[in-house]
């Protein structure tokens, strides 16, 4: 059972969180929420790359700017789960690493094994350089959040960061809800399924709000630290 010290702690540290959040999205087109940026489109690449593997299929190119463009394409797999794995995998990832801030004793471990996780996905995927070393920086902190998440500052910039990359999935999938300038995620999906692009935007937001709210909720009213 939590104290009211323990309580209004949790309570400071939620509202910091959020501030940096909300900051994060005030300074979007700043060079201060950049790593961030590119800590959100690694996840994205990966989450499409792992999933093209863990269907059978092999990574024929994969591809990674600095301008935050990216490009995959397979041989194999299953094209439905490759297609809406990019918003939704990064979405996980997201959700997972703020999450596991608040769980004291395996947190270490998971963001070590993500880290290895991605690395392994640098090793066996040919990409090219700009993606080698945008991942070698999200390994990096994924090693650092493993290693210093213990510290309050720290816990607290690990969960507002993860916590931009899971909301940015929102704006990701409005901009590609309504853009017609590229064969975005949402396009191929609908294509593949036979519906509309907006029905498919739609149905990843409303799981993607759904899934952020059950995670503040789970990780701010949580007493039991595992």
């Known amino acids: 059972m939590s104290n009211p010290s323990q309580k209004s702690s949790r309570t400071t540290d939620f509202i910091l969180v959020l501030l940096i959040v909300f900051l994060s999205f ?17 996840l994205h690449e990966a989450s499409h790359a792992i999933t093209i593997l863990i269907t059978g299929g092999t990574i024929s190119e994969i591809s990674l700017g600095f301008d935050l463009g990216g490009k995959i394409t397979a041989e194999s797999g299953n094209d439905i789960l490759i297609a809406s794995s990019g918003y939704l995998g990064s979405l996980f990832f997201g959700l997972l690493i703020y999450l596991v801030a608040e769980m004291q004793k395996p947190r270490r471990y998971i963001y070590l094994s993500l880290a290895l996780l991605f690395l392994i996905i640098i090793f066996i995927s040919t990409p090219t350089l700009e993606f080698i070393l945008i991942g070698l920086f999200t390994i990096g902190l994924l090693v650092v959040f493993g290693f210093f998440v213990r510290i309050r500052l720290v816990k607290i910039i690990v969960k507002a960061i993860s916590l931009v990359s899971a909301i940015y999935v929102l704006i990701d999938v409005k901009e590609d809800m309504l853009s017609q300038e590229f064969a975005s995620d949402a396009q191929i999906m609908a294509g593949l399924i036979g519906i509309d692009q907006l029905t498919v935007s739609l149905i990843w937001l409303v799981v993607s709000v759904v899934l952020i709210g059950i995670i503040l909720k789970l990780s701010y009213k949580s007493k039991v630290k595992v």
Request: aromatic letters at 30%; proline letters at 6%; glycine letters at 0%.
């Open 26 to 42: 005030f300074l979007w087109n700043t060079v201060l929420v950049f790593p961030i940026k590119l800590f959100v489109v690694f």
